[in-house]
């Protein structure tokens, strides 16, 4: 009987390594995947891509922040 969290972080790495080869495919596969939910994968890549777009956001928040500061100081 194999282990679920050693087949769910082996199928996490094998997704990582197909995203660093071919990125543009491989977001769009993804995309696929997690809509359909057919891999234990589903939830990871769901939960990264939420990760990923907060991370944005709060990156470009940030940075108009320090320009709205920079202005005002200026």
Do not use: C, N
């Amino acid at each position: 009987m194999s282990d679920p969290d050693f087949e769910l972080k082996h199928e996490a790495v094998d997704e990582l390594k197909r995203l660093a080869a071919h990125p543009v495919q491989e977001v769009e596969r993804l995309e696929k995947t997690a809509v359909e939910g057919r891999t234990a994968a589903s939830i990871l890549i769901i939960v990264s891509g939420i990760f990923v777009a907060v991370g944005l956001i709060a990156a470009a928040m940030y940075g108009l922040v320090e320009l709205v500061t920079w202005l005002v100081e200026g």
